[in-house]
């Protein structure tokens, strides 16, 4: 059996450890697993008042998580949290009326330059997920520590602990999928 995931990077910059991480990611997936990288730079902060109705730019967004297997995101944490950009555009998927993460399966990693590699934000991001009824793998759990120095000067990555790890991510993302077969029903 086939997968696709959809993939959102937290860090926007260019040079991002994060993207750099998910690229690492789709080179090591197995050959049954692809990932998408979606982008959300265009997505406007959302405001109830002017957003009264569904944002357009979304729709797309929306529509590739619901045609995916699952949902992965690669982000950075941002004093101890959330990346403003990623928690944004997920606030306004969520105001879809087809609800893209119900019972979504979803992984969550993440590359800091700190000690603990994302832990916080990650914990924080698995919150986010009990609410909106996604499906969050627990093992292996992929925190990539002290960055800076587990890529090279292309971008590649060279930690072979890491390198291991995002494979399984991948299975174990797909066989939460299989458990939650959600994929095009909508
Ligand atoms: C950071 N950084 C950071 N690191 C960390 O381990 N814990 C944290 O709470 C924070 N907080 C934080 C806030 C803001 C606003 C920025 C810009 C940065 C540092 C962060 O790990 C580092 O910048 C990474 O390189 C960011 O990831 P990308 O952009 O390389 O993917």
């Given at each position: ?32 697993i ?17 957003h ?14 619901q ?11 941002y004093?101890?949290?959330v ?26 990693l ?13 914990y ?48 174990s ?8 077969p ?5």
């Amino acid at each position: 059996k086939k997968y696709h995931f959809i993939a959102f990077c937290g860090s926007l910059r260019k040079g991002s450890y994060n993207e750099m991480a998910l690229k690492a990611m789709q080179m090591l997936a197995p050959s049954h697993i692809t990932i998408e990288q979606v982008f959300y730079d265009h997505i406007p902060m959302y405001n109830a008042d002017v957003h009264t109705e569904l944002l357009e730019q979304v729709v797309p967004l929306a529509e590739k998580i619901q045609a995916s297997d699952g949902v992965i995101f690669v982000s950075p944490e941002y004093n101890y949290s959330v990346p403003g950009g990623l928690k944004n555009v997920i606030d306004v998927l969520s105001r879809h009326p087809d609800k893209p993460f119900n019972e979504k399966a979803v992984a969550i990693l993440g590359a800091s330059q700190g000690n603990v590699g994302t832990a916080r934000m990650q914990y924080h991001l698995r919150q986010v997920m009990v609410f909106l009824n996604a499906h969050v793998v627990n093992k292996p759990e992929i925190m990539i520590a002290n960055a800076q120095h587990k890529f090279d000067e292309s971008g590649n990555l060279t930690d072979e602990f890491i390198r291991k790890q995002l494979p399984l991510m991948l299975e174990s993302l797909a066989t939460l999928s299989d458990r939650f077969p959600r994929g095009t029903q909508g």
